[in-house]
């Protein structure tokens, strides 16, 4: 049995970005393990969804664990740094946000789980983050340095084909809207997404997942409702924009060179 770490930024990003490979992974019959940098603490909330006193922190570490359990993840962990809000706000200057910490202080959290779990492949993000998130960014920079440290020789970063997003964003952006669903254009500033599909060389195939990665997104109720985009979408529309998963590798390419990040690897 081999085994798969994946690293997210908060609660709710393995659900989008990951989801269908985690599933199949566990399908597969390997260990799959899930970190996060934060327990999204800044997450936005509905008026009254949370109980009287309740912290959004532990609604959101509650979902996840659900989102764990559908998954099929055996191991969960929170490397307790803060959730630093979107680029640009305040927040972000948290000497207790994850943006603020030490890269080589918190890559070795990360690594003492990797060589714990005697990790075979990492997922993180790509250098942007995907989208620019400074969380997200900072899972890029501490999980590479977490998988020298801990001698994990196969990482993979999770990213978006951007021609593949862009065509798809508009091809069903008119039928979201007649569902009452607004969203942007795809050139509006803040949603240029990912990587040019030139750099990306892993294509992941998820689409036998999808049942799997929705439920995992309802189970983030207090972020995905059902009148979300992602779950408010089309069936075909939801099987276009997470039936597959991208990802870059170092070495590999040019062009998609792999579909199975757990290829040659035993289950």
Same mark, same amino acid.
Request: aromatic share 8%; with cysteine.
């Given at each position: 049995?081999?085994?798969?770490? *994946? ?8 659900? !989008? ?21 934060? %327990? ?10 949370? &109980? ?14 659900? *989102? ?24 972000n200057d948290d000497p207790s946000c994850l943006w603020q910490a030490d890269i080589d ?10 060589? =714990?779990? $005697? ?15 400074? &969380?997200?960014? $900072? ?5 590479? %340095? ?30 979201? =809207? ?7 254009? *795809? &050139? ?19 689409? &036998? ?46 062009? !998609? ?11």
């Amino acid at each position: 049995m081999a085994t798969l770490v *994946s690293f997210h930024a908060h609660p709710d990003d393995e659900s !989008i970005t990951a989801g269908g490979l985690l599933r199949r992974a566990a399908d597969q019959g390997h260990r799959v393990v899930l970190v996060f940098g934060t %327990r999204g603490e800044l997450g936005e909330v509905p008026d009254g969804f949370l &109980d009287e006193g309740e912290p959004l922190w532990q609604r959101r570490v509650a979902e996840t664990l659900e *989102s764990a359990r559908i998954l099929g993840v055996s191991r969960t962990e929170f490397l307790g740094y803060v959730d630093s809000g979107m680029m640009g706000e305040p927040s972000n200057d948290d000497p207790s946000c994850l943006w603020q910490a030490d890269i080589d202080q918190a890559a070795g959290r990360l690594a003492a789980i990797l060589r =714990e779990e $005697q990790a075979d492949v990492l997922t993180v993000y790509d250098d942007n983050g995907g989208y620019g998130h400074p &969380d997200h960014i $900072q899972v890029h920079r501490v999980g590479l %340095r977490a998988a020298e440290l801990a001698g994990t020789g196969r990482v993979y970063q999770l990213t978006t084909n951007r021609e593949y997003f862009e065509a798809g964003w508009e091809q069903f952006r008119a039928g979201a =809207e007649a569902a009452g669903i607004d969203i942007p254009d *795809s &050139d509006a500033p803040g949603v240029e997404m990912g990587k040019p599909e030139a750099e990306i060389t892993g294509r992941f195939d998820v689409s &036998d997942q999808l049942e799997a990665k929705r439920a995992s997104m309802r189970a983030h109720a207090s972020q995905i409702s059902e009148h979300s985009l992602f779950l408010g979408m089309p069936e075909e529309a939801f099987a276009y924009a997470f039936g597959v998963e991208w990802a870059i590798r170092d070495g590999q390419g040019p062009g !998609i060179t792999e579909t199975d990040p757990m290829a040659g690897l035993p289950a």
